[in-house]
C-alpha cells in the first residue's frame, strides 16, 4: 500500500493515541513546509483529507505532533519562532501560538492532552497550557535541543528532553524535568 503523494525526502510521521483513524506527515527541509493529514481507513488504507494552506506552516520544519484525540496538529518550524497549533479539520490558520524562541525544534503534548512541551534550538523549554498560557520553563543548560527530542511520561510528572552539544565536546545529554500538574 502507498499514497498518491510524493516527497521531497522521508516525511515526519505521528498519530494520535486515542484515535486510531488519523495520521499526519510533514515534510522536513523545505521552505515553505508542507503538513499532509490522511484518514486511516480498513486494512490501513490512507485517504488524503487535506494539506496545509501554502505558508500557514512555516519554513523548515522540524517536528510535527497530535494531541491525543486527533483534533488538534502542533507544528515546530524554523520560522515563525514559535510552536503553532492547528484544528485537524483545516490546517490554514493557526488555533494558539506558543512561543519558544529563534528555530523551534520540538514540541510534544502530554499523553492527557492538558499540557504541551515546546522548545526551540535554544537551552529553553517550555510547558505550555493548550490555549497558549505559559505553566513553567526550564533552562536545559549546555546545548541545544535536539530535532523532536520531547517525550512526556506516562503520568506526566516528568518531561524528557534530549540535548546536544554542536561544539561536539558532548554528544548528548538526556534531561529528566519534573513537571507540576496543569
Known amino acids: 500500500m502507498a499514497t498518491t503523494q510524493d516527497f521531497y525526502g522521508a516525511p515526519l510521521l505521528t498519530a494520535a493515541s486515542q484515535n486510531r483513524s488519523v495520521l499526519l506527515a510533514g515534510q522536513m527541509s523545505l521552505s515553505p513546509a508542507s503538513v499532509y493529514a490522511y484518514a486511516i481507513g480498513t486494512?490501513?488504507?490512507?485517504?488524503?483529507?487535506?494539506?496545509?494552506?501554502?505558508?500557514?506552516?512555516?519554513?523548515?520544519?522540524?517536528?510535527?505532533?497530535?494531541?491525543?484525540?486527533g483534533t488538534t496538529l502542533y507544528t515546530a518550524a524554523g520560522a515563525p519562532y514559535e510552536v503553532q497549533a492547528f484544528p485537524f479539520a483545516d490546517i490554514t490558520t493557526p488555533s494558539a501560538i506558543f512561543p519558544t524562541g529563534a528555530y523551534p525544534a520540538a514540541v510534544e503534548p502530554s499523553r492527557d492532552g492538558t499540557r504541551i512541551a515546546a522548545a526551540a534550538d535554544?537551552?529553553?523549554?517550555?510547558?505550555?497550557?493548550?490555549?497558549?498560557?505559559?505553566?513553567?520553563?526550564?533552562?536545559?543548560?549546555?546545548?541545544?535541543l535536539s530535532r523532536g527530542g520531547l517525550a512526556w511520561s506516562p503520568n506526566g510528572a516528568r518531561l524528557y528532553a534530549l540535548s546536544y552539544d554542536w561544539t561536539g565536546r558532548n554528544q548528548a545529554t538526556l534531561h529528566v524535568l519534573p513537571v507540576p500538574a496543569g
Open 43 to 69: 486494512g490501513g488504507t490512507l485517504t488524503l483529507l487535506r494539506a496545509n494552506d501554502w505558508t500557514a506552516i512555516g519554513s523548515n520544519l522540524q517536528d510535527i505532533a497530535l494531541d491525543p484525540t
Open 122 to 144: 535554544t537551552s529553553y523549554l517550555f510547558v505550555y497550557r493548550p490555549d497558549g498560557t505559559e505553566l513553567t520553563r526550564f533552562v536545559l543548560g549546555g546545548g541545544e
